[in-house]
């Protein structure tokens, strides 16, 4: 898929209003701790491309089964980034650290930041081929 201007103006938009969304329900609420969100949606994508690098480091060394473990296990981290993104804010609301209003506003915040990155691994790394 070709990146060009627009998709770069595109994801610095969204990425750009994601952060302003997670600070704002930091700002307005008068109370930081939904910062926290951006943190683990920054941590998501890593373990992927970690167990990814670990996995096509030689395909003759390891077996399909192994190599697709250390997939399996970067897939898994990943998602508790993710799920540990979404929960967290309604964990503090449940424990009444922050307000319902900073929950939503968090949630929305970090799922912009992630589906940002997500659109840039999408649009702009080219996907490995596998030479088995």
Do not use: Q
């Not at 395909?59 to 979404?86: N, R």
């Not at 307000?99 to 702009?124: K, P, R």
């Amino acid at each position: 898929m070709a990146a060009g201007m627009k998709t770069i103006i595109a994801l610095a938009f969204f990425l750009a209003l994601g952060i302003f969304l997670t600070i704002l329900s930091c700002a307005l609420f008068n109370n930081w701790l939904p910062l926290l969100v951006i943190l683990l949606f920054l941590l998501a994508p890593f373990p992927n491309r970690i167990t990814r690098n670990i996995a096509s480091v030689d395909p003759y060394s390891l077996g399909a089964e192994e190599s697709k473990g250390a997939l399996d296990t970067g897939y898994f981290i990943t998602s508790m980034f993710l799920v540990s993104g979404i929960a967290l804010p309604m964990v503090l609301t449940h424990a009444e650290k922050i307000t319902s209003g900073a929950m939503n506003l968090a949630i929305m915040g970090g799922i912009l930041v992630y589906g940002t990155i997500v659109g840039y691994i999408h649009c702009f790394l080219e996907p490995e081929e596998s030479t088995i």
